[in-house]
């Protein structure tokens, strides 16, 4: 699995993002995928996680209706939709590909992580 995270930037506060995440080894198909993000001065949280077929979703209770995870196997990629975007979604995020078909929300459950896609969202 090689990952690669992009789709990050700077938005006003009720602007929306897309992140993308690619598995350039095309191997990931069979794993749940998560997000995680990384605030300034905060320890790593869990942001949203899709099953590997897509079916089964759970997130972070603060992104609950503003965010969408979603995949696309056909294309080896994993996206999250962020919408309404407010201040404190700032963070470095991260994708993770779990060790097993689905999710968590536990760092530990995740063997490969992605580099990181800065997101900024200015007030």
């Known amino acids: 699995v090689q990952l690669q995270a992009s789709g990050g930037g700077l938005v006003q506060a009720g602007g929306s993002l897309r992140l993308s995440c690619v598995d350039s080894?095309?191997?990931?198909?069979?794993?749940?995928v998560s997000w995680f993000r990384r605030a300034p001065g905060k320890e790593r949280e869990f942001v949203a996680t899709?099953?590997?077929?897509?079916?089964?979703?759970f997130y972070l209770d603060s992104v609950k209706g503003r965010f969408t995870i979603s995949r696309d196997n056909n294309k080896n990629t994993v996206y999250l939709q962020m919408n309404s975007l407010k201040p404190e979604d700032t963070a470095v995020y991260y994708c993770?590909?779990?060790?097993?078909?689905?999710?968590?929300?536990?760092?530990?459950?995740?063997?490969?992580w992605g580099q990181g896609t800065e997101v900024t969202v200015s007030s």
């Open positions: 993770a590909v779990a060790r097993r078909s689905y999710g968590s929300r536990s760092p530990e459950d995740y063997a490969y």
């Open positions: 899709v099953s590997w077929r897509g079916g089964n979703t």
């Open positions: 080894k095309r191997t990931f198909s069979n794993n749940a």
